[in-house]
């Protein structure tokens, strides 16, 4: 059992069509984690690996190429997949939606290979983008971050008054209630009480999230719906709240909370 946490993260191009977000932009964004002094693992499309790999980077930093044919595999694309009905048109697509979701599958392959009793932790590849270009705070929060250790899962999110909303008992009631529902059509507003971004924890407590997630998606693929990554993680916090200590925060300080 190693005491460093082991940061995990991942960049597949082409899932959205955000003007300005490229992957020439996204590795620029990408710059302050590459060159981390700090363990971590990072899976890259392989067919833009070697951009990557040519980008100056910490000898602390190893790249994996991924296939994405893998993820069509594990959740085939159909032509009429539906989607939640309040979303951004370009950046929400199913293949974005599908790499969400697979966020904890990465992190779970990297458990396979150094143990459960470790410390891990998700960093969106490209958050970076959030801070205004504050590399100094960049390192100095994750740095901070990643010090610390939970046993359970630590993930940032927001405060909701759920005290009219009735929780789905059954994965089917929530899998219609998600289909049925944007997201701002929550009735308290907003559902995403997890903002996603970072997701940390013992290596055992975050593969339980894992083989949910994957049960999960099992779920949308029979009913042909995506949603995002944390709503899933939401649903099953209202199951297992022992599973999670989840923190307030905003986008910009998921870090500085964590």
Known sequence: ?????I????????VFNVPGLDASQYIKYAEPLLMLPK??????DSTIFYKVY???????TVLIPFDKKKLEVWWPETSDVALPKVRSQKKDTF????????????VKEVINMFGEDNQYAWIDFGYFKLLNGNTNLYKTDITKAISKSYDTIRTPGQPINLSNFKIPSTKKEALQWFKNNGYLDFPQGNPFFFLGGI?????SSIKILA????????????INFATWEVVIWWYVYLKNPDLFIPYKSQFHTILSYY
């Open 95 to 106: 293949r974005y939606l599908r790499v969400t979701m697979y966020k904890v599958m990465w």
């Open 39 to 44: 363990k971590k693992i990072i899976f890259i």
């Open 7 to 14: 940061l995990v993260s991942a960049y597949m191009s082409g």
């Open 54 to 60: 040519n980008t100056p980077k910490h000898s602390s």
């Open 199 to 203: 997701l940390g924890g013992k290596g």
């Open 211 to 222: 083989n949910e997630v994957e049960e999960w998606k099992n779920e949308l693929k029979n």
């Open 1 to 5: 059992m190693s005491n460093e946490t």
